[in-house]
C-alpha cells in the first residue's frame, strides 16, 4: 500500500501570507495526486488533480507542484475562505489519503 | 449540475448492519465510477472502496474485505454500500464520490455525507 504523509499536521497563518503544504508518498506516484479542502461539518471539495491542474471554478490563488514522491499544495496569499483541513490523496494505486493538514487564524 | 444525494442518519447497535444509499443526477451515471469514503470524528479520510457503475466490478480496501459490499442501481442511478457486523469504530460520517479520469481516477463531486453511529 501507498502511504501518504503531509506537513505539518497545523498550520498558523493570517490573511495575506503565502502558504505551503507538502505531502510525501511511500513510491512514486508519478503525477496522479489530487488536493482537497474540507471544512467543518461538509464535504471535501477538489481544488486540484494531476498533481497541478486546477479544477474548474477554484480560485487561481491556488496551485500544486511536484512529481514521483514530493508535493506541494500553495496558497498565494491566504484569504477568509481557506481556513479549513486540506487532504492530498493519491490516485496510482487505488487511493489513499494524507493525513490532513489544518490551517489554522494565527 | 451533477449532484449525489445521500441517504439519512442511520442509528445501528452493534453487531447489524448499514446500508446508505448515494443517488446520481446531472451525468450519464454509468459513465463514471463511484468511491465511497468514511470519516470518524475528528479524524481523516479514509477509502473504503470503488465500484464501476459501468460493469459493476468493485475493489475494497483489504481492512473492509468481508464486511462490505457495493452494489449499483443502473435504473434509478444510484449507489449502494452496505457495511455489516457494525462495530463502535464503524461510528462516521460516510461519503460517496464520483470518480473521474482517463488512465487514472480522482473524485470531482462528492455526496454531502451520511452519519451512522453504532451505538449500544
Known amino acids: 500500500d501507498i502511504q501518504m504523509t503531509q506537513s505539518p499536521s497545523t498550520l498558523s497563518a493570517s490573511v495575506g501570507d503565502r502558504v505551503t503544504i507538502t505531502c510525501r508518498a511511500s513510491q512514486s506516484i508519478s503525477s496522479w495526486l489530487a488536493w482537497y479542502q474540507q471544512k467543518p461539518g461538509k464535504a471535501p471539495k477538489l481544488l486540484i488533480y494531476?498533481?497541478?491542474s486546477l479544477e474548474s471554478g477554484v480560485p487561481s490563488r491556488f496551485s500544486g507542484s511536484g512529481s514521483g514522491t514530493e508535493f506541494t499544495l500553495t496558497i498565494s496569499s491566504l484569504q477568509p475562505d481557506d481556513f479549513a483541513t486540506y487532504y492530498c490523496?493519491?490516485?496510482?494505486?487505488?487511493?489513499?489519503f494524507g493525513q490532513g493538514t489544518k490551517v489554522e487564524i494565527k | 449540475q451533477v449532484q449525489l444525494v445521500q441517504s439519512g442518519a442511520e442509528v445501528k447497535k452493534p453487531g447489524a448492519s448499514v446500508k446508505v444509499s448515494c443517488k446520481a443526477s446531472g451525468y450519464t451515471f454509468t459513465s463514471y465510477g463511484i468511491s465511497w469514503v468514511r470519516q470518524a470524528p475528528g479524524q481523516g479520510l479514509e477509502w473504503m472502496g470503488w465500484?464501476?457503475?459501468?460493469?459493476?466490478?468493485?475493489n475494497y480496501a483489504q481492512k473492509l474485505q468481508g464486511r462490505v459490499t457495493m452494489t449499483t442501481d443502473t435504473s434509478t442511478s444510484t449507489a449502494y454500500m452496505e457495511l455489516r457486523s457494525l462495530r463502535s469504530d464503524d461510528t462516521a460520517v460516510y461519503y460517496c464520490a464520483r470518480v473521474v479520469g482517463e488512465d487514472y481516477y480522482y473524485m470531482d463531486v462528492w455526496g454531502k455525507g451520511t452519519t451512522v453511529t453504532v451505538s449500544s
Open positions: 490523496q493519491q490516485y496510482n494505486s487505488l487511493w489513499t
Open positions: 465500484i464501476s457503475a459501468y460493469n459493476g466490478n468493485t
Open positions: 494531476k498533481a497541478s
